[in-house]
Each structure stands twice: as C-alpha cells, then as structure tokens.
C-alpha cells in the first residue's frame, strides 16, 4: 500500500509541475467493484497544459518511483486524457468536459480528498 501512497504522491507532483488545478484524489478501495484503488483527477486550461500535464506525469513517476503507465489515451484531442497505473487511474481534464463527466458525483461513495491549488 505504501509504493501506492508513493505513486499517487508522485503524480499529484506531477500535476502541480504544471500548473494543473482542481486535483482531487478519489480513494475507491472500499468500493466493490471498482477498477482500480485510486483516481487523481485535475484539469489543465488548454489541451496544450493538458498534454504537457500528462508528460509531466509520465516523467515525473519513472524518475521518483520506477513507474510507466500502462495506457495512455486521449492525446490528440486533449479535452479528458486518462493513464493507467494499474492500481491508480489518472484523469486530466478541460474543465467543461470535467463538468460533463462528473466523476467525482458519479463515485461519491468514495472518500474525495481535494489537493489545494499551489500559487
């Protein structure tokens, strides 16, 4: 559990490099049925800050912690992009798309744990 403490606290970083906002953690392990233990999900203002989240992300966890997504999917049009760790799914959003999907709504059994914004 503790190299998934580690992963989540590495793509937060990762996230935050970028400037990437409104990161919410959503911790799913006392959910039956769920497709992984945790979602980090934030939202970049452009697809440009979008995919720039997202290979910050993907660097930042090979270096701290030896870890490479197993998928990404979304670049191109960049308004959700997601990437598979595993254990951790990670969804990069434009903040409309965000609204649409409402992940957050849609797993609020789930404890949320919302990461301040950095200045």
């Known amino acids: 559990m503790k190299e998934i ?3 989540v606290e590495t793509i937060v ?8 906002s409104n990161i919410t953690i959503v911790d799913l392990r006392d959910i039956d049925g769920s497709i992984a233990n945790y979602f980090v999900i934030c939202q970049g203002s452009s697809p440009n800050q979008i ?3 997202s290979d910050s992300i993907a660097e930042t966890t090979r270096i701290e912690a030896g870890e490479k997504p197993i998928n990404t999917i ?3 049009n960049s308004e959700w992009v997601a990437m598979d760790y595993s ?4 969804h990069i959003f ?3 798309t965000r ?10 059994d ?3 744990t919302n990461i301040p914004d950095l200045e």
């Open 5 to 7: 403490n580690k992963l």
């Open 99 to 108: 609204s649409f999907y409402n992940l957050e709504e849609l797993w609020q």
């Open 74 to 76: 979304g670049l191109g």
């Open 13 to 20: 970083k990762g996230i935050q490099e970028k400037k990437g």
């Open 110 to 112: 789930a404890k949320l």
């Open 51 to 53: 995919e720039a989240i």
């Open 94 to 96: 434009q903040p409309e």
């Open 87 to 90: 254990d951790v799914l990670v």
